[in-house]
């Protein structure tokens, strides 16, 4: 399935190094906190003045808790994007929607923010398949300022859902992805979307949706 036209792609992965570095850092910190914890709080370590650590040692097992939801989070994330977050068929798109929240488009809100209510929700432990039929694609463009554009598709999507031989379906009507989800320029998965969107010949050597 990794055909291409024109040299263009039509298989596009995640950019998965910063979800790497996000998961090490918050794994190191949750250790850290799980270790030193226990320590300060049952005065196995104390304080430079020689008092009760345990005060801090409360707050470095909070921490080590918060952080290891923040661990498990970008270890998921970091194994659902394995696999190709966008691909490019002859009668449409396949999208990998990882750990989608109702905050995916909003500008300008904190990372911490997005993170937290992922965990909360339950949303950043979930990852749907979507198939966007090409005459159900309604419109896609780019939105926002340089170095914080987003990818926004409008379409009717279909997210299968298969229990023994019973299939169902939901139905989306929009996806939006940032810029630094995609390892290849945003604006090169838009134009080449866009080419295919309006060259319907040029879908006619790919691969179909549902071989």
């Known amino acids: 399935m990794s055909k291409k036209t024109s040299n263009n792609k039509t298989i596009f992965y995640s950019k998965r190094w910063y979800i790497f570095v996000l998961a090490m850092v918050s794994t190191f910190f ?15 370590i104390k304080r430079a003045d020689g008092k009760s650590g345990r005060e801090a040692g409360i707050s470095l097992s909070i921490f080590a808790v918060l952080f290891s939801l923040f661990a498990l989070v970008g270890w998921f994330r ?10 490019i068929f ?3 798109l396949e999208i990998n929607v990882i750990g989608a929240s109702s905050l995916d488009g909003v ?7 997005r993170i937290a209510l992922l965990i ?9 398949i979507g198939w966007i039929p090409w005459e159900s694609l309604r419109n896609v463009q780019l939105e926002g300022l340089p170095m914080l554009r987003s990818l926004v598709i409008d379409a009717t999507i279909v997210y299968p859902s298969f229990t023994g031989d019973t299939q169902s ?24 979307i866009l080419m295919y969107h309006q060259n319907p010949d040029a879908r006619t050597v790919l691969p179909s949706l549902h071989d």
């Not at 970091?78 to 691909?87: F, G, I, Q, T």
């Not at 909360?120 to 749907?128: A, D, N, R, T």
């Open 90 to 92: 002859k009668d449409g």
């Open 107 to 113: 500008m300008f809100i904190p990372g911490w923010i």
């Open 169 to 192: 379906a939901t139905i989306g009507e929009k996806i939006v992805y940032c810029d630094a989800e995609f390892k290849d320029p945003l604006e090169s998965v838009f134009k080449t």
């Open 30 to 44: 949750a250790i850290m906190g799980a270790i030193f914890g226990p320590m300060f709080l049952f005065d196995m």
């Open 120 to 128: 909360v929700s339950l949303q950043g432990f979930k990852k749907q």
């Open 78 to 87: 970091v194994y659902a994007s394995s696999k190709p977050l966008l691909r």
